[in-house]
């Protein structure tokens, strides 16, 4: 019996792993958050998510269609070679400080949630 693979939740565990939150992850797709959990809970995700999503993570998108929990754990122990993913390799490694990418992506919300309330004020002086 052949395993099926389910991108959705390779996505939620490589998420998890970078350490981000879905509306961290949803803010840099431009989409909702829910929007962003709909993708997680998918069987299969478009090609295109799959390439912006592995953009966000600094990962392929080999990676996301083809993770294994088990390798990916030993990639990150083992295959990161000069801030990049071997060739041959299907790992996951981080070429960024989780927190500084936290925090720029935290920046990013405050910002759209400031111009959000701009929005509302200028709507409610009309």
Same mark, same amino acid.
């Given at each position: 019996?052949?395993? @099926?693979?389910?991108?959705?939740?390779?996505?939620?565990?490589?998420?998890?792993?970078?350490?981000?939150?879905?509306?961290?992850?949803?803010?840099?797709?431009?989409? @909702?958050?829910?929007?962003?959990?709909?993708?997680?809970?998918?069987?299969?995700?478009?090609?295109?998510?799959?390439?912006?999503?592995?953009?966000?993570?600094?990962?392929?998108?080999?990676?996301?269609?083809?993770?294994?929990?088990?390798?990916?754990?030993?990639?990150?122990?083992?295959?990161?070679?000069?801030?990049?993913?071997?060739?041959?390799?299907?790992?996951?490694?981080?070429?960024?400080?989780?927190?500084?990418?936290?925090?720029?992506?935290?920046?990013?919300?405050?910002?759209?949630?400031?111009?959000?309330?701009?929005?509302?004020?200028?709507?409610? @002086?009309?």
């Amino acid at each position: 019996m052949e395993k @099926t693979v389910r991108i959705g939740p390779n996505i939620k565990f490589i998420r998890n792993l970078k350490g981000l939150k879905q509306e961290a992850v949803a803010i840099e797709l431009g989409i @909702t958050q829910a929007e962003y959990s709909l993708i997680e809970n998918s069987d299969s995700v478009d090609d295109q998510i799959i390439v912006q999503v592995a953009q966000i993570f600094n990962v392929t998108p080999e990676v996301i269609k083809e993770f294994n929990e088990n390798q990916a754990f030993y990639s990150i122990e083992n295959k990161v070679e000069n801030n990049k993913i071997s060739e041959n390799s299907h790992g996951i490694h981080q070429v960024f400080s989780p927190i500084e990418k936290v925090v720029e992506l935290y920046e990013r919300l405050l910002t759209s949630e400031r111009e959000k309330i701009e929005i509302l004020k200028s709507q409610n @002086t009309k």
